[in-house]
Structure formats: C-alpha cells, structure tokens
C-alpha cells in the first residue's frame, strides 16, 4: 500500500437500521463501494474496515456516516516498527513490573499507558465463537446473534493456545513490547502471587498490568476482526511456518489497536450507558471467513519481516523468488441491464432431451388413446411401424456422440496457464472473481453466476411445474490463477454449478424444506471465490467505443457548432469555414486521431482486457464448479452411455414392432 493510505474503521450497527438502504445507495454512486461489501461492513457487532484510501476521500465518506450517527476512526495506520520481545523472566516489586528479555529489559512502571493483546493461536476460539453464533441464531433468530462473553472469550482463549503481548505506550505510540508465551519464562519472579499453572501466571501479569497502568486497553479478537494484515491462518499445529506467519499477524494487529486507541472517534457521543471504547467494541466477525468480505491485504516489506522474526527468535525464511503483489480490489459496478436475463427457457441441450421425451410418450398415449381422427391416425401408424420410436433412436445416438465427443475434446485439450493461453480452444482451470457486484436475488450471495427457477404446485397432481426461470447467464467475470486473469463470457453455456438453495416465498425465516406453499424457488450458484473449469474458444477482445472514423465526424460536428473552435481555422475572418479552412480542419483531427491511437497501443494492456473465452460456433462452451477433471469426463460418460442404452433399447422396440407391421 502506498504510505499515504488510511484507513476508516467503522463501528458496526445492530440492528439493521433503517437508513441502510439510503446510505448503500449513497456509499456506491458517491464513493464507488461495492453494496454488499459495505453492507456486511456495517451491520453486525463489532468494528469493521469499510474503505482504505487517501484521506481526502475517506473524509467525505465521513461525513455521511456522521449525519447517520454511525461510530467511525480514520488514522494513517502505523508500521511496526519492532516486535515484541519475548520473555524471559519477570520481577514484580509492587510499583513496577521489570521484563528481561533476550537483548533488552522492559519496565512497565506505576501510571503508564498499556496495551494488551490476548491471543488464541490455534482456530479453537473461532469454532467457540461460530458455535455460539449459530446457536444463538437458531434460538433467538437473525437479529438477536449473541457472541461470547468477554469472560468467556478470555476463558476460551486461555483454554487454547494463548499469547499475550504488553505494549508501552508513550506519546500515542507503542515505544516497547514484550511477548509472553505461558509455561516459556521463570515465574519466580512474581514472588507470592506466582501459581503452579502457567496459564495462572499468565492471568497474574494481565492483572499485575492492570493495576499499574493508569490507562489499560485489553484487545482479545485476534483472528475474528476484519483488518488487513491481521488474519490467523489455519493449519497443522506444529507447522513452523504457520505459527511464524500468525506470530507476525500478531504484530501487526497489536499495531492497529494502538492506531485505534490514538485516533479520535467520530460520529457519535460517548454515553454513560454505551461504553465506546476501542476495547469495548472490538468483537467477533465471523464474515472474516468469507473471502468476499475479507479486507484487502497488506504485504510486510522483506526488511520488516526479518525485523519481527528476529524479535521473535526466530529465523527468517529464505527467500524462494519474488513475492506475489496483492491486486487491491476496488469496488466493483453494478451489471448493466442489458447483460440481465428474464424468463430463460431452458438450455439447448435440456430442450433436446425434453424433445426426445415427449416424443417418446406422445407416441406410448397415442398408441393406448387414438380415437382414430386424422392427427391420431398418423400417429398411430407411425407408432406402429415403429417410425417414431426410430426417430427416437437416432435423436439418442446423437446425443450420445455429443456428449462422447465432448468427452473427448475435455481429455484431449491440455490444460493451459492463464497466462499462456492461445487464441483458439482452450481449457483453462482458477479462482472465479466478480467483474461486476453480482448478487443472487434469493439468496443473497455474491456470485459469478446464478440460475433462478420458479416452481408452482399443481394440486390435482401434487406436483411441481416450472413457470418461469432468469439466470446471470450474460454476465461475464474473471477466471484467475497464479500466472494472470482472463475474462470468460457465459453466454450460451453449459453451466454446472455445485450450490444449489431452495426456498419457498411464503417463509420469511432462513430456508426451509418443510415449507407447503404453493411456490417455491431453486437457485443454483456459482459463489465468487469458486474454483471454476472452463472450456472454451479464446479469442481477443472486439474494440469498444466508437470507431475512428465516427470520432472524426463527431470531431467535425464540434468544430462546426462551437464558435471559438471554429474560429481556431477560420484564418480570413469572415466567420465561415471555406474549403480550404474546412479541409485544414479535418487534417488537424485526423492527426490529433493518429497521435492518439498510438498513445493507447503503446499502453501496454493487461491481459482480461484483451482477451476473453466465450463460445463459437461449432466449439463447446463449458463451465464447471468442479476440482476434478476426471469427475467431469466421468459425467460425460455416463451421459453418453445413458444415450447409448436409450438408442438401443429404441432401435430394439423399433425393429420389432416394424416386423409386427409387416406381417
């Protein structure tokens, strides 16, 4: 990030206030924030990181959260500049608490400014946090979520794998620290107060702190709060490399706490019965988890990394290539309306396979119900001459060949690099992102892709019957990997997507199965963040924009109904443009034209603006939720092996049936 980044952290709002919908609307035309990350941003229980930028820019988000009354910070966020030290042994004189360290001695004396980070490094006090979630959401509904108590956030961290970090704070930012692993340090030296339990003792210096400090911050949510740079990563337990990349974490979240503690909050004003503190309102955000929600990244600098792994004891990891930029993701727009589709039908091939049903019963029902007309006549012979059922026959051997040649042209294409992609049939394998806010309109979720139907009950027959459908179908998104992003248009696709949720319209609660209204709806989606197989014709992208020739007439049309530009040429001064004047006119433009079009070509593109895979006429165009290319060829087979037996068993029928005639 650049130096000049700050950071707007919000207080979150609980309940769901009224104005929301007015200020996400305000927040994404005026400020360019994607809506649904702003709204998970500001509706829950605990702070979150709604924007990062230049202050000019937050300042004016600002001021809208201000006439709402919503408790925000904006601070330029610090860089560490050291580690904590970890602990060696202690002596606690009643006044002061002397840390000896590795390299250096720490005292935290009577009336000093402390803060102090709690840590669980292992997961458990997420899980513990998720349970409570979910259970509080089961009995209390969606708008009564109950987190864990801090007594019992503390309790469960201390019951994990606990860290406690103590930072000296002089003149609003942190000048010392020291890290106190339980069990790592002699204890003697807390003399009378000293137990036999090394999370007793860890729980005797968080108090000890407590009663020196004149001004006491204890921060616990470590692992559970939205902020750059401060995520626990999960893992094996004894994993070095793990533990040494949730320790630097560690650092840069006491950090922002102490940012947090020195900038000024705005918004509202504290009350007796609210306490806003930082302390206070830092609690659990389980949408850390989703990677939607999750704030951009910031990448220590080499130099800091070694810094806080050498205080950390530890040995830094020796550089294996060039580290991997973090691409800022910036708030994205909505899709355009003419890319929105309404009332799809089905897919061709679904279309094909409703053809070949109907088809074969229309034949069965007329055979046992032909009440001998004209229409029923024909019918009927050609039932009995077994000329339907061939037709039959044929249409599923061709379905049969073209799932069997699809099969083939998935195991045939080798699977390419992003970055490497030719122009032609490609099969390409990622991470699927948004290119624009695209969210389910059931559901809610951010997706790449959805597909909506609406079912209605059909009471004489207890049956479901399709009656409308609308899908994202013409939306495009980006398909990354390590190497680059292209951009895939799923337009007339084959869509396999592994999500799938159902609801009826009558329920007002989370979805339900036990419903029995006469509606429903089934979505199926394609979550952003999804690991996405694509297949398809890769080809460059088609220029947007006016051609050069209509830039030259519009060029032309400004020159002849803008006074001062027309003067520009009109070298006489008679106030008109003659032939000469005119042609030196259209010169200018072209020219101008020129020097543009190599400005741009000089530009060097990135690659999703260049290239998109899409379908072509004649190619397969096949999009997959899949981890697995085998379990999609293995699909393919099936399918085809199911039109293989179909032919078969048609042709049989056909065939004798037309023996059966002819006698």
């Known amino acids: 990030m650049s130096e000049n980044v700050h950071y707007l952290i919000v207080e979150q709002q609980t309940p769901e206030p009224e104005f929301l919908p007015e200020l996400l609307k305000e927040l994404n035309h005026d400020h360019k924030i994607d809506l649904y990350q702003s709204r998970q941003r500001l509706v829950g229980k605990g702070l979150s990181l709604l924007a990062h930028g230049q202050a000019q820019r937050l300042e004016s988000i600002s001021d809208s959260l201000c006439t709402r009354k919503i408790g925000h910070w904006i601070f330029h966020p610090s860089k560490p500049t050291f580690a904590p030290q970890r602990l060696r042994s202690l002596e606690f004189s009643g006044t002061e608490l002397r840390c000896s360290c ?5 005292t935290f004396s009577k009336g000093a400014t402390v803060v102090a980070i709690l840590a669980e490094m292992s997961g458990h006090l997420l899980d513990q946090n998720v349970k409570q979630i979910l259970s509080s959401h089961s009995y209390f509904g969606i708008d009564n979520i109950r987190q864990l108590e801090d007594d019992k956030k503390i309790m469960t961290i201390l019951r994990g794998k606990p860290i406690l970090d103590l930072y000296l704070i002089e003149n609003g930012l942190p000048s010392r620290g020291v890290r106190i692993f339980p069990g790592k340090f002699n204890a003697q030296g807390l003399g009378d107060r000293a137990t036999l339990s090394s999370v007793q003792n860890l729980k005797v210096i968080l108090k000890i702190a407590r009663e020196l400090a004149d001004e006491f911050h204890l921060f616990t949510d470590f692992g559970l709060a939205t902020f750059p740079g401060c995520s626990l990563q999960r893992g094996k337990a004894e994993d070095p490399e793990i533990a040494r990349q949730n320790q630097i974490s560690l650092v840069r979240y006491g950090w922002l706490m102490t940012d ?21 309102l830092a609690t659990a955000a389980i949408i850390a988890q989703n990677p939607a929600l999750a704030a951009a990244g910031e990448e220590f600098t080499t130099p800091l990394r070694e810094t806080i792994e050498e205080a950390l004891g530890e040995d830094p990891p020796k550089a294996t290539g060039t580290n991997k930029q973090t691409e800022q993701r910036t708030a994205l727009p909505a899709p355009p309306d003419d890319l929105m589709q309404s009332g799809v039908g089905l897919t061709s091939q679904i279309k094909y396979m409703a053809g070949v049903g109907f088809i074969f019963f229309a034949s ?17 012979r050609a039932f009995k001459t077994g000329s339907l059922l061939f037709i039959v026959a044929m249409l599923s051997l061709w379905g049969a060949f073209y799932f069997l040649r699809l099969k083939r042209r998935i195991e045939n294409t080798p699977t390419s690099r992003i970055r490497s992609v030719a122009m032609g049939m490609v099969e390409v394998k990622g991470k699927a ?28 027959k207890n049956t479901w019957k399709k009656v409308s459908g609308r899908s994202s179908g013409r939306v495009p998104f980006y398909l990354e990997d390590e190497t680059g992003r292209v951009e895939i248009d ?10 799938k949720q159902e609801g009826y319209d009558d329920n007002s609660g989370l979805f339900s199965s036990f419903s029995q209204g006469d509606e429903k709806w089934v979505e199926e989606i394609i979550i952003d963040g999804a690991l996405v197989y694509v297949l398809g014709f890769a080809a460059v992208k088609r220029a947007s924009g006016p051609t050069a020739h209509e830039q030259k007439v519009e060029a032309l049309r400004n020159i002849k109904s803008d006074p001062i530009l027309r003067q520009r040429y009109d070298t006489n001064g008679d106030g008109q443009l003659d032939q000469e004047e005119w042609e030196a006119a259209r010169q200018d433009v072209e020219n101008q034209l020129i020097h543009e079009g190599l400005k741009k070509s000089r530009k060097r593109k990135k690659q999703e603006e260049q290239i998109i895979i899409g379908h072509k006429k004649g190619y397969p165009l096949v999009i997959s939720e899949t981890h697995s290319e085998a379990q999609l060829t293995g699909r393919y087979f ?12 048609a042709l049989i029928w056909a065939i004798n049936l037309l023996f059966n005639y002819l006698r």
């Open 433 to 460: 992102v948004r290119k624009y806010a695209l969210i389910s309109p059931m559901s809610h979720i951010p997706c790449v892709y959805y597909r909506l139907s609406r079912y209605r009950r059909d009471k004489d």
């Open 260 to 280: 947090l503690i020195a900038a000024e909050k705005r918004g509202t004003v504290p009350s007796e019965e609210h306490d806003s503190s930082p302390a206070a």
């Open 102 to 106: 590795l390299k250096s001695e720490l």
């Open 638 to 649: 099936w399918y085809s092996a199911a039109q293989f037996g179909a032919f078969a068993i």
């Open 364 to 380: 069965i029902i007329i055979n046992q119900f032909g009440n001998g007309d004209l229409l029923g006549l024909i019918f009927d």
């Open 490 to 499: 799923p337009a007339r696709c084959r869509v396999s997507a592994v999500t």
